[in-house]
C-alpha cells in the first residue's frame, strides 16, 4: 500500500517524472489502448495486411460506422486501438502531412517519414502541460518504393516497424500466436489468413463477417483496397471462423 | 470505500488518465446525458425520423421552447439530450459547418462529414484542459445522395452510424424495444409509430401532444419536416398513447 | 455526511461533472438567483408585463437605482433576479446584439434571437474554466411582428419560452399564484394585476409604490414603456396592496 | 464550526459559488472595505457634500496626502473607502472614463454613466479568474443637467444612488445618525454640518481641521470644490468638534 | 493554534482576501521590508535629505556596490529599504517615466507625479495573480516647483507624503527620534545631522563613513547632490559617531 | 521516512528548489534515462565510434526501427539513452539547428556549437513551468575542423566533453571497463571493439548483430559511416561475443 | 518542528513571502550554488583574477568542457558557481547585451551595467510565477576605463562589487583567506597565487594542472586571456600545490 500511495502522487500529471524514472500517465494511456477491441497488421512480401475487430453495442448499429482502418492516402492505411475519437485526430495528422508532402514535393509521403510525423505529434502530448497523452495506438501499413512496411505508434509517441504485430485488448495473446506461426514467405491471402486466426484466439466463437475490417496495400499495385463483405465471409468460411452476423 | 477513494483520484479533470486507462470526466459526461428526456432516432428506407420527449416544469412554460430537435441545413436535422445548453453550442457548430460547406464547394454537406466535424470539436473538449466535456449526446439523421443515414455523437467525440437509437433517460429500456420491434422494411410512417412507442416504454401514461417534437427527413424529397401538433395528436391517439395536455 | 463529503469533492470548479452528471457550479448560481428579490413576467395578448420587487438598504436609499428592469431597444426589455452586477454584464451583451443586429441587416432584432445571443454567452461561463458561471436570472420580454413574447434565461445558458413565470426569492409560491390564476385572455391590465398580486404572496403587508417597477411592452403600439410611481401608487391602492413608502 | 470549515472550503477563490450562492471573497473585500476609515457623501437641492476622515500614523505625515477625495472632473469627485491603492486604480479608470466622453462626444460625463463605467470594471474582477476583487467603495457624487446625483460602487460592482450614505469603517453607527437627521432640504452648508456630525458619531473627541477632507459640487455652479483649512476648522469649532491638530 | 490555521489558509497568495479583509502577501512583504537595514528622508525648507545605511558582509565587499541611495533626475532621488533587487525594478520604472516625461512634455517630471507612477506600478502586483509583491518601500524626495517633497512608497501601493520618516529595519526607534527632534526650521545641515543621530538609535557604536550614504536635493539649486566620504566623515565626528571602517 | 516525507515536497515540479539547492524531477529524468539500454561513444585520434544496444520486444519488431543512433549532418552522428520519444525531439533540433548554420554561414556547424544548442533547448525545459524535463541523454560525436570530438547531454542541460563514455542502463559498470582499458592511441577499430566489450559487460551471452548498432565518423574522411550487419556480425564472432540473433 | 512545518508551507513557490518576509525558493537557490565547486575572484591593481575548480567525474572526462570561465568580450569575463545549465543561460544574456552595447552606442559594455543587465533578468525569475530562480552565482570582472572591476550576482538578482570574493562549495573557509591575506597592492601574479591558496584551503591535496581554471583581465592592455595548463602547474609547483592530473 506503500508502494501504491507513492505511484498515485507522481501518477497525476504528465509533466511530472516519478522517481523512478516513469511518466505514469503514458502508461495509463497504454491501458486505455488495452480497453479497445484488437488490431493486427502482417507484412508479407506481397503486400501489408490490417485487420481490426468491430465490436457492436447492439445489432441496430452499422458496424461499418465503427471505424478502425482508415485510408490515408492511396499507397497507405492507418488501423487503430483505443479511444475512438483520439484515433480521428491522429488520422486527420496523418491525412494532412500526406497532403502538404504531395502538395510540397510532388510526390508520395514514405511510410516511415509519415508514421513519424504521428509519433512527433503524440510525444508534444506527453510533455507539455494543459492536455493528456493520446489514448490510442495504431498500425501504419503502406508501400514504399515497392517495398511494404509496417509500424506501430504507442502513446509515448516512439515509432516501431513490424513484420506483423497486435495491438489493443488480448494483445499478448495475438502476439504469440504471430509470433508462432509468422513466416517471411507468406503470400497476402496467407497474411489475410494468419491475422484472423491470430484475432480468433481467445474468441470462442469466430466472428460473423461483418465483425472484422480487412484492408490490404498490395506491393505490386501499391494500392490500398477495403475486402468486401462477401470476401471477409468466405475467408472465415474457410477458415471455419464464421459465425451468424447480427443482421439478419 | 478502497475503490471509491481510487476512483476519485483520478476523476477531476479531463487531463488525466485513471490507471485503468479511463476518462472519468467523460463518463461522468455520459451521466449528464441520462438526465436528460429520451431523444429516439429511426431509419427507414422511405427518410429518417426524429423523436424527442418535451418536459415541462409548468402548465405555463411553453414545451416549444424545449429545444431538443433542430433543423441544421434543408436535408438534415439534429435531436439531442442532456445538457441543453451544451447541445446548442454544437447545433451552432454544426450549421456553421453546414454553411461553410455551402460556400467553399457550393454543395450541401454530406450527414457523415457533418456528423464527424462535429464529434472533432467534441473530442478537443476531452483532451485539452481549461474546460470540461460536452454534457450531451445528438443524433443526426439526414438524406445523402438519396439515401437516408442515422448517426450518433457521445461525450467523447465518437461517431456511430445506427438503424435506430435512443439516448438519454430511460435509454436501456427503448433501445429494447427497438431492438425487438425494429424492420428493414418500415414506412416513415411505421418509423414514427415504432419511435412513440418505444419513447412510451416505462411512461405509464403516454403524452400529451405538446410533450414529443417529431422531425422527418424524407428520403424522396430530402427535405427536414417538423410535424405539426394534430400530425402527432392524431398518432398518439391511433397508437392509444394520448393523454390530456397542459394547455387546456 | 458522506454524501456530502462526496459533493463537496466535485463543486469547486466549472470544468467538471460530478459523478451522477451534475454541474454543481452552476447549481449553486441558481442558488445565487434565489438570493435576489423577484421578478415576474407575464404575457398577454395585449402585450407582455415585467414586474420586480426593489428592496432598500435604507430609507435614504434612492430605490431607482436598484435596477431590475432595463430597456434593451424599443421593442424589448429585461427583468433580472440575482447578482445584480452580473445583471448588468448579461444587459451590455443584451444591448450590444441588438444594437449589431440593426446595423448589419437594418432590423430590429427578435426577442428569441435575442434571448439566445444571451443564453450562448452564459453557457460559455459554465464551460470553460477561469471564471465562475453568471448568478442570474432574466427574464426577456417584447414583441416580435405583432406577436408578444417571454423568456427565461438561467445560469445554465438554457432559454425557455413562457407564458408567465416568476424568477429569484419566493419563486415557487409566486409561480404557484401564477398557475393557479393565469389566463390566456388576459388584458395588459389584468396581467399587471395578476403580476403584482403574485408578488405579493408571503409580503403580508403589500408594497409601497417605489418597492415595485413594472414596465410593459405593448403588442399594438411594439414599445417599451415604464409605469409612472402613481400609476403603480393606483394600482396597488386597487388591489388592497399599497403600504406607506420610505419616502414620506 | 463544521459551519466553518465549510465556508472554508469556498472561498479561497473568485471564481466559485458556495453551496448557498455566496461569492465569499467578495463579501471578504467589503471587510476591507470596513477596514478603513470613514467617507459620507450627503446631497441637498444645493449640491453634494463629500466629507472623509484622514487618519495620520505619525505627526509628521502629511494629512494631504492621505487621499480619499478626488477630483475626477469638474463636476464630480469621488470619495473613496478602504484599500487606499486599489481605490487610486479605479480613480484613473473614472478619470479616463471622463477624458475619453469629453473627446469622443465633446460633453461632459454623465454622474451616472461614470459610476456605472466604474463598476462594470470592477464586476469583472469578480468572475475572472487570475486577480482579487477591489477592497475599496467608493461615493460619487457630481452635477447631472442641474441636478445634483451621489452614488455608492461596492466590491461587487453593482451601484446603488442615495441621498446620504457613509462607507469604511464605522459605517453603521454613521448610516443611523444620517438617517435619523437626513431632510430632504438640507442646505449645502446644513449637508456639510450633518455629514461632519455623523462622522463623529463613537469619535468622543471630534477632529482637527486636518482630520477631515471636505469638498463640495454646488449644484448652481456645478463645480467641484475642496475646502480650505480654516474653512474646515470654523465648521468644527462651530459644531464643537474641534480637537488640537498634529501641526502645531 | 485555531487563529494561526485560519491565517495560513489566506496567505498563500496575493488574490485572495482572508475573512476580516487583510492581503497576508502584502503584509508579509512589509516584514520583508524591515529585514533591510534602514533608509531615512528628512525635508527642509533649504531641500530633502535621504540617508541609508549601508552594511557590508565582508570588509572585501565594496559599500559603495551596496546601492541604497539612487539618483533619478537631476532634481529627485530615492532611498530603499528591503529586497534589494527588487528596489532596482521601481528603480528602472522610476527612471523611465522621468525620461518619458520629459521627451513628451519637455519638462521634468514632479515628484508626486513620479511616486504615484511607480505606487500604481507596485499595485499592480498585489492585485493580479501569477506574482508577488515588490517587498521594498521607497523614499521620493526632490524639488517641485522650488518646493520640497518626500514621498513614500509601501508594498500595498499606497504613496504617503512626509516631514520625515523612517523605513526598514529598526524603523520604529528611528521614527520615535524623528518624531521626538523634528523641527520645521531645519536648516538642510540640520537635517543631514537629524537623520545621522536617528539612524543612530540602537546602533550603539555609530558609523564608519562608507557605512552611510547620504544625499540632498537643495531648494535652491533643484540639484540631487551625493555627498563625499570625507563630508560624511566630518558630520560623524561632529557627532560623535564616527567608528573605525573596514577599510583601513 | 521523515526524510522520504521531505523529499517528495519539493519533488513534483520543476520549477521548485528542495531545501538544499537540488532539482528533484532533474534527477528523475536522469533516472529514466538508466531505464534505456546503454549507449557508448569513444574517440580515437582515427575518429569518433558510437554503439546503441538495441533491444527488441519481440522477434517480429525490427531492430534497425529502435533508432538509438542518429546521422546530423554529414560529419556527426548522435546517439540516444532513455525515453525514445523525447530524444527523437532533441534529434529534430540538432538536426535544424546544422541546417540553419549551413544556410546561414554556409559552412558545417561545429560539434561543440551543436551540442550546446542542444543542451540550451533541454535547460529551458527545467527551468520554465507547464512541462516536464527530457528525459534522455545524448552522445554527440564527430568531426571538427580535422579534430575528433564527443560530447554528451544530461537532462539537466549540461555538455561534457569526454574521451569514452556511457550513457543509459547498466551505465556505471560499462563506463568501468572503459576506464580500465581506453588509451589514447586507440585505432578506429580498437575503438569499436572495445566499446563492444564494454557494452558486454554484465551481458552474459554476448549479442546477435541486430542487437547492436554502430556508426564511426572517421578523422580523414570526416564522413558518418554506419556499419553493414556482416560487420558487426564478424567484429562480434572476432571477439566471442556473438550469440544467435531473432532473425533466423 | 512546528518551525520546520510552517517553512514548509511558504517555499514551494517563489511568489510568495513566508511570514517573516523571506523568499524561501532564491534561498534554496543559493544552495544549489554551494553544492557547485568553488570560483574565486581578485581586484589588484594590474586587473582581475578569476579563478574555478573543476572537477571531473571520471578520468576519461575532459575537465575542459567543465565551463566555470566564460570570456563574454575583449576586456570581460564571467566566472560560475552552481547549476552550470543555468549559469550557460546567464552567459548568454550577458554576451547578447555586450554585442547589443557594441552595436548601438559603438563603445565596449562598462563591466557595470553589464553586470546589472544579468541581475536585472535574474530578479525577474524571482517575482513572476512559472519558472523557478537560477541556481547560480556569477563572477564579472574585467577593466573599465583602465579600471578594474570585480562583481558577483547572486541567486536574488542583486549586484555587489568585492574586492576579493568567493563563490560556490567551501565559500566560507576560502573567503576567510581571502580576508586575512588580501591586501590592496597585490601584483597581478600576487593576485593568482592568492586565489589558487585560498581555493586550496580545506583541499588537503592541492590540484593537478587541470583541476583549475585561471584567466585574467590586465588593466594595461584591458585584456581577457586564459592561462595555459603549463603556467597554472608552475604556479601550483611553486605554491607547493601540484597533485598529479588524470590525464597521465
Known amino acids: 500500500?506503500?508502494?501504491?500511495?507513492?505511484?498515485?502522487?507522481?501518477?497525476?500529471?504528465?509533466?511530472?517524472?516519478?522517481?523512478?524514472?516513469?511518466?505514469?500517465?503514458?502508461?495509463?494511456?497504454?491501458?486505455?489502448?488495452?480497453?479497445?477491441?484488437?488490431?493486427?497488421?502482417?507484412?508479407?512480401?506481397?503486400?501489408?495486411?490490417l485487420v481490426?475487430?468491430?465490436?457492436?453495442?447492439?445489432?441496430?448499429?452499422?458496424?461499418?460506422?465503427?471505424?478502425?482502418?482508415?485510408?490515408?492516402?492511396?499507397?497507405?492505411?492507418?488501423?487503430?486501438?483505443?479511444?475512438?475519437?483520439?484515433?480521428?485526430?491522429?488520422?486527420?495528422?496523418?491525412?494532412?502531412?500526406?497532403?502538404v508532402n504531395q502538395l510540397r514535393y510532388d510526390e508520395t509521403i514514405g511510410v516511415e517519414t509519415l508514421t513519424k510525423a504521428v509519433t512527433d505529434h503524440i510525444q508534444q502530448y506527453t510533455q507539455t502541460g494543459g492536455a493528456r497523452p493520446f489514448g490510442v495506438a495504431l498500425l501504419v501499413g503502406g508501400i514504399d518504393d515497392g517495398e511494404?512496411?509496417?509500424?506501430?505508434?504507442?502513446?509515448?509517441g516512439t515509432p516501431y516497424e513490424w513484420k506483423a504485430i497486435a495491438i489493443g485488448g488480448n494483445?499478448?495473446?495475438?502476439?504469440?500466436?504471430?509470433?508462432?506461426?509468422?513466416?517471411?514467405?507468406?503470400?497476402?491471402?496467407?497474411?489475410?489468413?494468419?491475422?484472423?486466426?491470430?484475432?480468433?484466439?481467445?474468441?470462442?466463437d469466430g466472428f460473423p463477417p461483418e465483425g472484422l475490417a480487412i484492408s490490404t496495400v498490395e506491393t505490386e499495385s501499391g494500392e490500398y483496397r477495403t475486402l468486401e463483405l462477401d470476401e471477409i465471409e468466405n475467408r472465415l468460411a474457410e477458415l471455419d471462423l464464421l459465425t451468424e452476423g447480427d443482421d439478419e
Do not use: C, W
Open 171 to 204: 494483445r499478448e495473446e495475438i502476439q504469440g500466436h504471430l509470433e508462432d506461426e509468422y513466416s517471411d514467405e507468406l503470400t497476402l491471402q496467407g497474411g489475410i489468413d494468419l491475422a484472423i486466426e491470430a484475432m480468433a484466439v481467445g474468441e470462442e
Open 1 to 49: 500500500m506503500q508502494g501504491q500511495n507513492q505511484q498515485q502522487a507522481y501518477d497525476r500529471g504528465i509533466t511530472i517524472f516519478s522517481p523512478d524514472g516513469r511518466l505514469y500517465q503514458v502508461e495509463y494511456a497504454r491501458e486505455a489502448v488495452k480497453r479497445g477491441s484488437a488490431s493486427v497488421g502482417i507484412r508479407t512480401p506481397e503486400g501489408v495486411v
Open 148 to 156: 511494404p512496411r509496417l509500424f506501430e505508434t504507442d502513446p509515448s
Open 52 to 99: 481490426a475487430e468491430r465490436r457492436s453495442r447492439s445489432p441496430l448499429m452499422e458496424r461499418d460506422s465503427v471505424e478502425k482502418l482508415h485510408k490515408i492516402d492511396d499507397h497507405v492505411g492507418i488501423a487503430s486501438a483505443g479511444h475512438v475519437a483520439d484515433a480521428r485526430q491522429l488520422i486527420d495528422v496523418a491525412r494532412r502531412q500526406a497532403q
